[in-house]
């Protein structure tokens, strides 16, 4: 595989995963979500031999961005110097924490299932020589 395509999809994944990156901590400067989106997309050149790889990456910090959601919810609330969530805020919790863990399970499974689809087509490796 060509050296740009594989580039061209670690700038496309890495716009993904900086998309996401923006969503958890809206509001956020864009110096800062730019200097994020080019400190994924290095990594995931670093990390992706081959496009599968550069999307199963992906598709790992997608789940781990929507598993911190709510923490980072509630650390804004504490934050912000509410000593006692308000009703509203307690029930958008609630949301917040619902579909954290429902994305989270959802990229993290399908990261999981697209790193076993990349071992599962690759050569097995060769027995180690008997003495």
Not at 6 to 28: D, E, R, S, Y
Not at 42 to 47: C, M, P, R
Not at 72 to 87: D, T
């Amino acid at each position: 595989m060509s050296d740009w395509t594989l580039k061209l999809n670690a700038v496309a994944a890495g716009v993904v995963v900086t998309l996401g990156f923006t969503m958890v901590w809206n509001p956020i400067p864009l110096s800062l979500a730019v200097l994020a989106g080019l400190g994924f997309t290095a990594l995931l050149v670093w990390l992706g031999t081959t496009p599968k790889h550069i999307w199963a990456w992906a598709c790992l910090f997608l789940g781990l961005e929507s598993l911190s959601w709510p923490a980072v919810q509630m650390i804004r609330l504490k934050l912000g110097g509410v000593a006692e969530p308000s009703e509203d805020q307690m029930k958008e919790l609630i949301g917040t924490m619902f579909l954290g863990i429902f994305f989270a399970t959802f990229w993290l499974t399908f990261a999981y299932g697209v790193f076993r689809w990349i071992k599962r087509a690759e050569p097995p490796a060769a027995p180690p020589p008997k003495r």
